[in-house]
């Protein structure tokens, strides 16, 4: 209880403001599916189909990780230093790691990921290829092969013979399976292309290719040599026959990778934080089919990018895997799915607003790099108030130019969303696209008593809903919600009304309140909203004491102290946080009462607040006072402004 005095000869004017209180859109492709690797490089890559397994080269750590198709690491293979090169049996029976700086190369059972074999080398062993079952290795500007198919290895160094363009570079090898006998060699900015169908490499074709070159690949009809690197942001491409310089593959800055699927399909990478990362290309076509784009998973304003050389095709041609870097140095393989598909765009137009049950008219394009052929099929589906999962319509088929239409006659009003999906075929991924029509409906009649109304503390009021004309609906939902923050809006019912349309809620006015009636709507009728604010007083009362008497002047009790006594007023207030009540005084002088002031007094949290008038020290005054709750001065605006009682004293001798 807060206890207070103020002095009864001071006239008090102490005033405190009031408190008032539908497009579908493609665009590059997201990697469809990530895990972060356990690496801290990659030196190459390769992905076994039959187990489908992806083997990855960390040289800094000296290990090989293994994954599956999702990114899970299935096995760790340490124990060598400086891995780099990896090939593939073809038979996928065996994995070939070079191990550099053990100057050998070691095998792998794909099946058990035991180390089958360990061949000495002779020299630092960088990329692999496997060529008609002979293991060709890289080693500075030059290359050699492995041959154990015998009884012993058989290792033949120096195989670049007369070509002596890889000075002081790093030699990089391709090769491919559809096409025996052949290995292409380049360092440097020099290329070559060599017949290994004998025990030794015999050059075939040499030339010049692009300065930066990461990665070179053979495409599968063994009719070009890419590079990583060409004229203009491009992955390089040369005839194979005598190595003439053709048209590339436009991939942006800054190519870093090129990698051939078994059926032709050209993936090209490059470092490109603010671009797209993977570029597919169909053979001959100089534009993309598809482009992927990497996230930002790093702290910089740049995305992640693509490792040098980190691409690898699964053999079935189904997905490519590419590592990305961020920049904290975490490697992530991602897996991209269905890379040889075009990713096509579906607009769908529809009209903004239409009449229920009149017929309307939806448009839309699809559209693609190549277009599907005419007459493909579009899957329709209408949603709205009645089918909110959906309702399947009359399919639609496209045009020559991709555009399609169809009518229908809305049933049911409010949003009404028509749903088109194309469902993809060989070349093209699935797409779908959107569009909304407001359908009209007739206002719904909604009503809710008690507007305004003012009532005592804690009165328990009935309000009352009621609904006219509706169509299948007939559902009603009552909120309360009380002023002030700490009292959260609160159901209070949800039912069907009556025979009469009528649905009741109590609610105990302790505080003003907004309740609201709800009805959702249905097909024919709009949703609508009423509210009706109530209002509550608080509860006051004020005791007194240290008088020595209690009389009457005329019909009005007083209370009688001696003019030295100090009245005691004991207000109790219901108790809101920071909550105050306002004491006010006047004095009876020839025969009217005049304000003498009023100040404001804060309650304790049992509600009470006692304030000590000091005594006059004369006799013959006669006074009143009272406590108010007013709404906003009184610290707060939760209930409306609740006048107590006036408590009349006088002092005497």
């Known amino acids: 209880m807060r206890r207070r005095s103020i002095s009864a000869a001071t006239a008090l004017a102490v005033v405190f403001s009031s408190v008032v209180l539908a497009t579908g859109m493609a665009g590059p492709a997201a990697a469809d ?52 090169g990896l090939a593939l ?8 790691a070079a191990v550099k700086n053990d100057n050998r190369i070691v095998s792998v059972e794909t099946g058990t990921y035991t180390r089958t074999a360990s061949y000495p080398v002779d020299a630092a062993p960088g990329d692999l290829e496997e060529v008609d079952g002979r293991i060709w290795f ?44 052949v290995l292409v060699a380049g360092s440097g900015s020099r290329l070559a292309v060599y017949d ?24 599968p009809d063994g009719s070009q040599v890419l590079t990583s690197w060409g004229a203009g942001y491009s992955i ?86 590419a590592v990305s870097v961020n920049s904290y140095g975490v490697h992530t393989l991602r897996a991209l799915t269905d890379p040889t598909k075009e990713l096509p765009t579906l607009k769908v137009s529809a009209p903004a607003k239409s009449e229920r049950a009149k017929t309307l008219t939806v448009k839309g394009k699809l559209t693609s790099k190549s277009l599907p052929a005419a007459g493909a099929a579009l899957k329709v589906t209408r949603t709205d108030v009645e089918s909110p999962s959906g309702k399947a319509l009359a399919a639609v088929k ?32 699935p797409a779908s696209a959107s569009g909304a029509v407001d359908v009209s409906r007739k206002a719904a009649a909604l009503t809710l008593n008690n507007k305004g109304k003012l009532y005592s503390y804690g009165k328990k009021v009935t309000f009352t809903a009621h609904l006219g004309t509706t169509y299948k609906n007939r559902t009603v939902s009552i909120y309360a919600d009380p ?11 949800t039912a069907k009304v009556n025979s009469k349309g009528n649905l009741s809620a109590t609610v105990s006015m302790t505080r003003d309140t907004t309740v609201s009636a709800v009805f959702g709507g249905d097909a024919r009728y709009a949703a609508k909203t009423v509210k009706s604010t109530a209002y509550a007083r608080v509860k006051v009362s004020t005791a007194v004491s240290k008088q020595y008497k209690t009389g009457k002047i005329g019909s009005t009790t007083y209370y009688y102290f001696h003019k030295k006594t100090d009245p005691l007023f004991t207000t109790t207030m219901t108790y809101y946080p920071g909550r105050k009540q306002r004491f006010q005084l006047q004095v009876y002088y020839q025969g009217k009462w005049y304000d003498s002031g009023y100040e404001y007094f804060a309650l304790g949290t049992s509600g009470k607040s006692a304030v000590s008038l000091e005594a006059p020290g004369e006799s013959g005054i006669r006074a009143r006072m009272r406590s108010s709750y007013i709404n906003g001065s009184s610290g707060d605006n939760v209930n409306s402004t609740t006048h107590g009682a006036w408590k009349y004293f006088a002092f005497t001798k």
């Open 33 to 84: 599916s990530a895990k972060v690797l356990p690496v801290n490089s990659v030196g190459d890559m390769v992905v076994d189909g039959v187990h489908q397994r992806v083997y990855i080269s960390d040289p800094s750590a000296g290990k090989i990780v293994v994954t599956d198709y999702s990114g899970t690491v299935k096995a760790t293979l340490a124990g060598l230093p400086g891995v780099t």
């Open 89 to 96: 049996s073809a038979d996928s029976g065996e994995v070939y």
């Open 138 to 181: 890289s080693y500075g500007g030059d290359f050699g092969s492995l041959d154990v198919s015998g009884p012993e290895p058989v290792v033949h160094l120096a195989q670049r013979g007369d070509n002596d363009s890889y000075p002081g570079t790093e030699t990089l090898l391709a090769a491919d399976p559809a096409v025996p006998g």
């Open 196 to 219: 290994v169908s004998a025990d030794d490499a015999t050059l075939r074709a040499e030339g010049d290719m692009g300065s930066g070159v990461k990665q070179l690949d053979l495409m």
């Open 236 to 321: 390089g491409a040369y005839s194979a026959t005598d190595l003439t310089e053709l048209a590339g593959y436009p991939v942006g800055p800054y190519p870093n990778a090129v990698r051939v699927a078994p059926d032709g399909t050209i993936a090209g990478g490059s470092f490109s934080w603010y671009d797209p990362d993977v570029h597919i290309h169909r053979p001959g076509d100089r534009v993309p089919v598809r482009e992927y784009d990497f996230p930002n998973t790093g702290n910089d304003s740049g995305a992640d990018t693509l490792v040098d050389g980190a691409l690898a095709w699964a053999p079935d041609s189904s997905r490519i895997f």
């Open 398 to 429: 496209t045009k020559a130019d991709g555009s399609f239409s169809f009518t229908d006659a809305p049933p049911a009003g409010g949003k009404v969303t028509y749903k088109v999906t194309y469902a993809g075929d060989a070349a093209h991924m």
């Open 483 to 493: 002023f002030g923050p700490d009292k959260p809006k609160k159901l209070l019912k």
